[in-house]
């Protein structure tokens, strides 16, 4: 499967963005996808992430209550959909999946990973 995450851009602090991470080459149903960010100088970090029914959705502290991760299976497709978004929110966002049901916070436990999407938050 191939990921192309999209829906970054520049948007004022308390604003929402959309991202979403559209699969091809097979369907990811079965699979569990994660979205993560990097920001400059600092280590990719885990952001939200869902199992592969969808049943299941896990966010870091830093965006609970913010974000919220959904799948749209009929269009193979995951967004995170990021409300009242802060200056430090700024990163290039990646999205990933691992051919297992099961989520989980790790990177490494990601198999393939898209391209990345720009996010910048302005004050």
């Known amino acids: 499967v191939q990921l192309q995450a999209s829906g970054g851009g520049e948007v004022q602090a308390g604003g929402s963005l959309r991202l979403s991470c559209a699969a091809s080459?097979?369907?990811?149903?079965?699979?569990?996808v994660g979205w993560f960010r990097q920001a400059p100088g600092k280590e990719r970090e885990f952001v939200a992430a869902?199992?592969?029914?969808?049943?299941?959705?896990y966010y870091a502290d830093s965006v609970k209550g913010r974000f919220a991760i959904s799948r749209d299976t009929a269009k193979n497709t995951v967004h995170l959909q990021m409300n009242s978004l802060k200056p430090e929110d700024t990163a290039v966002y990646y999205c990933?999946?691992?051919?297992?049901?099961?989520?989980?916070?790790?990177?490494?436990?990601?198999?393939?990973w898209g391209q990345g999407t720009q996010v910048t938050v302005s004050s």
């Open positions: 080459g097979r369907s990811f149903s079965t699979f569990a």
């Open positions: 990933a999946s691992r051919p297992y049901p099961l989520a989980t916070t790790r990177a490494h436990d990601y198999h393939t």
């Open positions: 869902s199992t592969a029914t969808g049943g299941g959705t």
